[in-house]
């Protein structure tokens, strides 16, 4: 080996020359600062020790389209124990202080006997205010015992919400290990609908105290005066498309009852009620949750967790025919000038019966308006299946809506696939006759009801439908709108102008919905009803109002209650009312001001 | 062929037992640091697994026919170049920097199968039998093999694992016996680099250093002129890399200097590091008894700030203990590399000592003070499951080599 080359005798002593320096000079410095400077490090440690505390920030706010809050924060007190200086003999008097049983304090100090004994431990939030005067009364003597001042969810307008909402929740462990940056444990985060969806914008950045901590973590003061404490920063606010007063309308419509409604602007896809009943408090999320309200809401068997607007499938019953007729028209298989005779019924291998019948020779108007059966049983045949779904599909059923609360279900259509899978080759082609009336395999949620009627009234075209708008700037308080994707069905206009006629007929004319015709709004609509072979038949109905300009489209599905006009056309009319009569009277309220009072109380009466 | 039926021909306890005896001071640590740590508390659960599965490669490492290195030199590379441009892809972002994937419950560092993968590469590219280190050709392919695993892992942007690859290339091609003047020409341009991070006057000041030591090597005008021109492009290149970097790094960067410009940013972390260690004294504050370690001054403080943890609580002795077994293990590394007759393992066994070496003194560093706070793991006691496996699989690598050396002339 040379003496420069490779591995050489020189090069190891270069190396070992590093390493044993680096060996010397580390431990020099351990020497210096454990030794030597051990006593000023030790102070250090021991006294002044700085901590950095993090500042919460106030989660954003949900607005309603006419800017009324119905998601705020409202501020609630919270009890703790640090048990490092806590005196378990307090027990007794604090539980009866806040109406706890016997031993529930004990109960959450195991819990958390993880953390260390001077981390302040969350006893009881939502603590009464009388509960902490006591407390400040009698502090002198509750030591390790103090209250803070925590921001909980509030829902000033009087509207649920509940299924769109949806609330925050403690963050679970798989999230902290996904986002380590932001999260810690025991925060808050959304954890369903919009809560959920939009957490990067609601939750606002974290700010910091820095203060000065003795070895026992207790606090000595703030570090440089507070000079260099980082503010929190306010999560951004939430415009909704939703109208308050028509999701409280379509709130207490369906009280008692169980079902999922929506309803839409048809020109923007903006949604502006959304409810699904049975609902259930969200003001019981705002904290933390009883178990035994978790316990009630699990086991119930009504399931108010269920979003019943986004998740259930139902046959669409008698509403369904519209796409049918729209289909026929579009492809010119028939037009105004056809007819088909109704003789009470249809035979296609057996008998299929129509209700209300025999109308008689009418056209595709009158077939929509009577909601004859005879002539959609037809008509599917002459669509032929696999052109019906594609019709169908273009209207978003069997398929994702998009919609910005996350849970929902994509519905089915079928196809001549789906028979051949089932039954062979051979499928009994007596299915289609069910199919055409919306019987049957059909399944479709009520939000996609929602977005076909918009689709409808707007002649085929929409946006992606969402219930938010845009979040507000912090500092301009300037709308910053979130983009949706359009939607164009490219779709003759004479066919939407066409099955329109019908519709309105259905409510003005001599159709299955005249008596919730209405004197200030023309109301155009479909009623259905959908069988249910387990108990009584699901009441369906789509509209949308006014008739010639359409502000509102409206989806009602009401479950196990029978006919569709009875059950489900009055509410979609409250619903028409509430929103487009406030706007007139808006209008009205600028001419003559001093009015307004009267006027407002006038309609909550009607 | 000498035939010892003696253990100790086969295994080196000098190897072993350090490392084991580190490896139960980490675990003692972590456990200390995250006992009452509501998020961390399994950790010590998880390091325990990840030991014992480290222990099984270690021994699988060490029990492998030692050619079989050779043949996995390039494979191995290759798959570590994948990995590294893979995790640019799809990987976890951690603080940051885009360098893990996930898998399951564990997380996966690409970077650490990658030192492998470079000794290995690197080593057999200088052992070829006509390699020659003054050649400018062989010394530009040692440099394109090193770094372009240090290109893709300062892209994720992880600026502690680029500057162990940095080191550990340097190391090999300095074991290899490159001449003092090859040394200048690869070590220049990253002098110059580092100057100019302090500025255009320091950055002069190199570039008049550089030409004077051309001058003083005589080489001829052309030559110098390139290595002139190759150094300055070097200076203008690190305004780039420093832009790229992550501004927690540049913060870093920026604290070290002053730590107490900003003793709640990125200080902070440096001060009560420094705070638990100098308040340790000799003896330590006792198992389970440092304050700033029971009440998490430090956050994460059982990943790269684990040795504040034994120094607050085990003092200056058990300080000191840990320098010496990680110098023990050095020297003994040294020893095998120099006594090795083979030149791709000596080669490998010098990368696998400069890898453990520049963790040791970087962590070591940064936590008492006398460098900047840059994060990458203490071998042996960080918690962490990957750098675990891949330092237990050098060691066996290191094992085999002592295993086998008797078996090449």
Same mark, same amino acid.
């Given at each position: 080996?040379?003496?420069?080359?490779?591995?050489?005798?020189?090069?190891?002593?270069?190396?070992?020359?590093?390493?044993?320096?680096?060996?010397?000079?580390?431990?020099?410095?351990?020497?210096?600062?454990?030794?030597?400077?051990?006593?000023?490090?030790?102070?250090?440690?021991?006294?002044?020790?700085?901590?950095?505390?993090?500042?919460?920030?106030?989660?954003?706010?949900?607005?309603?389209?006419?800017?009324?809050?119905?998601?705020?924060?409202?501020?609630?007190?919270?009890?703790?124990?640090?048990?490092?200086?806590?005196?378990?003999?307090?027990?007794?008097?604090?539980?009866?202080?806040?109406?706890?049983?016997?031993?529930?304090?004990?109960?959450?100090?195991?819990?958390?006997?993880?953390?260390?004994?001077?981390?302040?431990?969350?006893?009881?939030?939502?603590?009464?205010?009388?509960?902490?005067?006591?407390?400040?009364?009698?502090?002198?003597?509750?030591?390790?015992?103090?209250?803070?001042?925590?921001?909980?969810?509030?829902?000033?307008?009087?509207?649920?919400?509940?299924?769109?909402?949806?609330?925050?929740?403690?963050?679970?462990?798989?999230?902290?290990?996904?986002?380590?940056?932001?999260?810690?444990?025991?925060?808050?985060?959304?954890?369903?609908?919009?809560? %959920?969806?939009?957490?990067?914008?609601?939750?606002?950045?974290? !700010?910091?105290?820095?203060?000065?901590?003795?070895?026992?973590?207790?606090?000595?003061?703030?570090?440089?005066?507070?000079?260099?404490?980082?503010?929190?920063?306010?999560?951004?606010?939430?415009?909704?498309?939703?109208?308050?007063?028509?999701?409280?309308?379509?709130?207490?419509?369906? %009280?008692?009852?169980?079902?999922?409604?929506?309803?839409?602007?048809?020109?923007?896809?903006?949604?502006?009620?959304? @409810?699904?009943?049975?609902?259930?408090?969200?003001?019981?999320?705002?904290?933390?949750?009883?178990?035994?309200?978790?316990?009630?809401?699990?086991?119930?068997?009504?399931?108010?967790?269920?979003?019943?607007?986004?998740?259930?499938?139902?046959?669409?019953?008698?509403?369904?025919?519209?796409?049918?007729?729209?289909?026929?028209?579009?492809?010119?298989?028939?037009?105004?000038?056809?007819?088909?005779?109704?003789?009470? *019924?249809?035979?296609?291998?057996?008998?299929?019966?129509?209700?209300?019948?025999?109308?008689?020779?009418?056209?595709?108007?009158?077939?929509?308006?009577?909601?004859?059966?005879?002539?959609?049983?037809?008509?599917?045949?002459?669509?032929?299946?696999? %052109?019906?779904?594609?019709?169908?599909? =273009?209207?978003?059923?069997?398929?994702?809506?998009?919609?910005?609360?996350?849970?929902?279900?994509?519905?089915?259509?079928?196809?001549?696939?789906?028979?051949? =899978?089932?039954? !062979?080759?051979?499928?009994?082609?007596?299915?289609?006759?069910?199919?055409?009336?919306?019987?049957?395999?059909?399944?479709?949620?009520?939000?996609?009801?929602?977005?076909?009627?918009?689709?409808?009234?707007?002649?085929?075209?929409?946006?992606?439908?969402?219930?938010?708008?845009?979040?507000?700037?912090?500092?301009?308080?300037?709308?910053?709108?979130?983009?949706?994707?359009?939607?164009?069905?490219?779709? &003759?206009?004479?066919?939407?102008?066409?099955?329109?006629?019908?519709?309105?007929?259905?409510?003005? *004319?001599?159709?299955?919905?005249?008596?919730?015709?209405? &004197?200030?709004?023309?109301?155009?609509?479909?009623?259905?009803?959908?069988?249910?072979?387990?108990?009584?038949?699901?009441?369906?109905?789509?509209?949308?109002?006014?008739?010639?300009?359409?502000?509102?489209? @409206?989806?009602?599905?009401?479950?196990?209650?029978?006919?569709?006009?009875?059950?489900?056309?009055?509410?979609?009319?409250?619903?028409?009312?509430?929103?487009?009569?406030?706007?007139?009277? =808006?209008?009205?309220?600028?001419?003559?001001?001093?009015?307004?009072?009267?006027?407002?109380?006038?309609?909550?009466?009607? | 062929?000498?035939?010892?039926?003696?253990?100790?021909?086969?295994?080196? $306890?000098?190897?072993?037992?350090?490392?084991?005896?580190?490896? $139960?001071?980490?675990?003692?640590?972590?456990?200390?640091?995250?006992?009452?740590?509501?998020?961390?508390?399994?950790?010590?659960?998880?390091?325990?697994?990840?030991?014992?599965?480290?222990?099984?490669?270690?021994?699988?490492?060490?029990?492998?026919?030692?050619?079989?290195?050779?043949?996995?030199?390039?494979?191995?590379?290759?798959?570590?170049?994948?990995?590294?441009?893979?995790? /640019?892809?799809?990987?976890?972002?951690?603080?940051?920097?885009?360098?893990?994937?996930?898998?399951?419950?564990?997380?996966?560092?690409?970077?650490?199968?990658? #030192?492998?993968?470079?000794?290995?590469?690197?080593?057999? $590219?200088?052992?070829?039998?006509? +390699?020659?280190?003054?050649?400018?050709?062989?010394?530009?392919?040692?440099?394109?093999?090193?770094?372009?695993?240090?290109?893709?892992?300062?892209?994720?942007?992880?600026?502690?694992?680029?500057?162990?690859?940095?080191?550990?290339?340097?190391?090999?091609?300095?074991?290899?016996?490159?001449?003092?003047?090859?040394?200048?020409?690869?070590?220049?341009?990253?002098?110059?680099?580092? +100057?100019?991070?302090?500025?255009?006057?320091?950055?002069?000041?190199?570039?008049?250093?550089?030409?004077?030591?051309?001058? /003083?090597?005589?080489?001829?005008?052309?030559?110098?002129?390139?290595?002139?021109?190759?150094?300055?492009?070097?200076?203008?290149?690190?305004?780039?890399?420093?832009?790229?970097?992550?501004?927690?790094?540049? #913060?870093?960067?920026?604290?070290?200097?002053?730590?107490?410009?900003?003793?709640?940013?990125?200080?902070?972390? +440096?001060?009560?590091? #420094?705070?638990?260690?100098?308040?340790?004294?000799? $003896?330590?504050?006792?198992?389970?008894?440092?304050?700033?370690?029971?009440?998490?001054?430090?956050?994460?403080?059982?990943?790269?700030?684990?040795?504040?943890?034994?120094?607050?609580?085990?003092?200056?002795?058990?300080?000191?203990?840990?320098?010496?077994?990680?110098?023990?293990?050095?020297?003994?590394?040294?020893?095998?590399?120099?006594?090795?007759?083979?030149?791709?393992?000596?080669?490998?066994?010098?990368?696998?000592?400069?890898?453990?070496?520049?963790?040791?003194?970087?962590?070591?560093?940064?936590?008492?003070?006398?460098?900047?706070?840059?994060?990458?793991?203490?071998?042996?006691?960080?918690?962490?499951?990957?750098?675990?496996?891949?330092?237990?699989?050098?060691?066996?690598?290191?094992?085999?080599?002592?295993?086998?050396? #008797?078996?090449?002339?």
């Amino acid at each position: 080996m040379s003496e420069s080359g490779f591995a050489s005798t020189s090069r190891r002593t270069i190396l070992s020359f590093i390493l044993i320096s680096t060996f010397a000079v580390i431990s020099f410095r351990l020497f210096q600062m454990q030794i030597l400077q051990q006593e000023s490090y030790e102070e250090k440690s021991a006294d002044n020790s700085i901590k950095a505390i993090e500042q919460m920030p106030l989660r954003g706010v949900f607005f309603d389209r006419n800017m009324k809050v119905v998601v705020s924060n409202i501020p609630a007190y919270t009890l703790r124990i640090t048990s490092a200086y806590y005196n378990r003999s307090l027990n007794k008097i604090l539980e009866t202080v806040i109406d706890a049983d016997s031993g529930f304090i004990d109960k959450i100090l195991y819990n958390n006997r993880i953390y260390s004994k001077y981390i302040p431990i969350r006893i009881k939030r939502g603590i009464d205010f009388k509960v902490v005067s006591w407390l400040e009364e009698n502090s002198e003597h509750l030591n390790g015992v103090d209250y803070i001042v925590e921001m909980q969810r509030g829902y000033p307008s009087g509207i649920m919400g509940s299924h769109m909402f949806g609330y925050t929740k403690e963050v679970s462990p798989q999230q902290l290990m996904k986002e380590k940056e932001y999260y810690k444990p025991g925060d808050y985060v959304g954890h369903n609908g919009i809560e %959920k969806t939009y957490e990067e914008y609601l939750r606002g950045i974290k !700010g910091y105290n820095y203060i000065l901590v003795d070895s026992k973590r207790k606090e000595i003061g703030k570090y440089n005066d507070g000079t260099g404490d980082v503010a929190s920063i306010k999560g951004n606010d939430l415009l909704l498309s939703i109208d308050a007063d028509v999701q409280r309308i379509a709130e207490e419509e369906l %009280k008692g009852k169980s079902g999922g409604v929506v309803a839409i602007e048809p020109r923007t896809g903006e949604i502006l009620a959304l @409810v699904s009943a049975p609902e259930y408090d969200l003001t019981q999320f705002a904290y933390t949750t009883s178990k035994d309200f978790l316990n009630q809401l699990y086991t119930d068997p009504t399931k108010p967790l269920f979003n019943r607007a986004t998740m259930s499938v139902k046959p669409p019953g008698s509403t369904f025919k519209l796409m049918a007729a729209i289909a026929a028209l579009d492809m010119g298989i028939i037009t105004t000038e056809t007819t088909i005779y109704c003789g009470g *019924g249809f035979t296609f291998g057996r008998f299929f019966k129509c209700h209300g019948g025999p109308h008689g020779s009418l056209n595709v108007i009158h077939a929509i308006e009577k909601s004859c059966n005879t002539f959609f049983y037809n008509l599917i045949y002459r669509i032929g299946l696999d %052109k019906w779904q594609e019709y169908a599909k =273009k209207f978003s059923f069997a398929g994702k809506t998009g919609i910005d609360i996350g849970e929902e279900v994509a519905g089915l259509i079928p196809n001549s696939k789906y028979y051949e =899978k089932i039954y !062979g080759e051979n499928w009994p082609r007596s299915i289609m006759a069910s199919l055409g009336i919306g019987q049957g395999e059909v399944s479709v949620t009520p939000l996609q009801l929602a977005i076909y009627v918009s689709l409808i009234a707007n002649n085929g075209r929409t946006f992606t439908p969402h219930i938010v708008k845009g979040y507000l700037d912090n500092n301009t308080r300037q709308l910053i709108p979130f983009q949706f994707k359009e939607i164009n069905l490219g779709i &003759k206009q004479e066919a939407f102008d066409i099955v329109k006629q019908g519709m309105y007929l259905v409510v003005n *004319g001599a159709g299955t919905a005249t008596w919730i015709k209405s &004197k200030d709004i023309e109301i155009a609509g479909k009623t259905g009803t959908a069988q249910n072979p387990h108990g009584k038949d699901h009441a369906v109905f789509v509209g949308f109002a006014p008739f010639d300009n359409p502000q509102i489209a @409206v989806a009602v599905v009401i479950e196990n209650v029978g006919f569709g006009s009875t059950y489900a056309a009055p509410i979609a009319k409250k619903m028409i009312e509430a929103y487009l009569l406030k706007d007139k009277l =808006k209008k009205e309220k600028k001419v003559v001001p001093e009015l307004k009072d009267k006027i407002i109380g006038a309609v909550i009466e009607d | 062929m000498r035939i010892d039926y003696k253990l100790e021909d086969k295994f080196d $306890f000098g190897l072993f037992i350090p490392s084991m005896v580190l490896i $139960f001071i980490g675990l003692l640590a972590i456990y200390s640091a995250t006992f009452s740590h509501p998020a961390a508390a399994g950790n010590f659960q998880k390091q325990l697994i990840w030991a014992i599965a480290a222990l099984s490669i270690f021994f699988i490492t060490f029990s492998l026919p030692t050619n079989s290195f050779r043949f996995a030199a390039s494979p191995m590379y290759l798959f570590s170049i994948l990995l590294l441009v893979g995790v /640019l892809v799809i990987g976890r972002k951690v603080s940051g920097a885009k360098s893990w994937f996930d898998l399951g419950p564990f997380g996966f560092q690409p970077s650490e199968i990658a #030192k492998i993968g470079t000794i290995l590469a690197l080593s057999a $590219f200088l052992s070829r039998r006509n +390699a020659n280190i003054e050649s400018f050709l062989d010394i530009i392919v040692a440099l394109i093999i090193g770094f372009i695993p240090v290109g893709l892992i300062l892209l994720e942007p992880d600026l502690g694992t680029s500057i162990v690859f940095v080191g550990m290339i340097l190391t090999i091609i300095f074991w290899k016996g490159i001449s003092l003047f090859s040394l200048f020409v690869v070590l220049s341009p990253g002098f110059v680099a580092i +100057a100019a991070l302090f500025g255009s006057f320091y950055f002069i000041t190199s570039m008049v250093l550089v030409v004077v030591t051309l001058f /003083l090597f005589k080489k001829d005008i052309f030559f110098s002129g390139s290595i002139f021109a190759l150094n300055l492009g070097a200076g203008f290149f690190t305004d780039y890399v420093y832009s790229v970097l992550s501004p927690h790094q540049q #913060k870093r960067i920026q604290s070290f200097i002053d730590p107490m410009a900003d003793p709640l940013g990125s200080g902070y972390n +440096a001060i009560q590091a #420094k705070v638990a260690i100098g308040s340790g004294g000799l $003896f330590g504050k006792g198992f389970m008894h440092g304050n700033q370690t029971q009440l998490q001054f430090i956050p994460e403080q059982w990943t790269d700030f684990i040795y504040c943890v034994v120094g607050e609580e085990f003092g200056f002795i058990g300080s000191i203990i840990v320098v010496g077994l990680f110098l023990f293990l050095f020297i003994r590394l040294l020893k095998i590399a120099s006594a090795a007759k083979d030149e791709f393992l000596s080669l490998v066994l010098i990368g696998i000592l400069s890898v453990y070496f520049i963790h040791f003194l970087i962590n070591i560093g940064m936590t008492v003070g006398i460098l900047p706070v840059i994060g990458i793991p203490l071998p042996f006691v960080s918690y962490g499951g990957s750098s675990l496996l891949v330092n237990f699989f050098m060691l066996g690598i290191a094992a085999n080599i002592y295993r086998t050396r #008797k078996n090449y002339a």
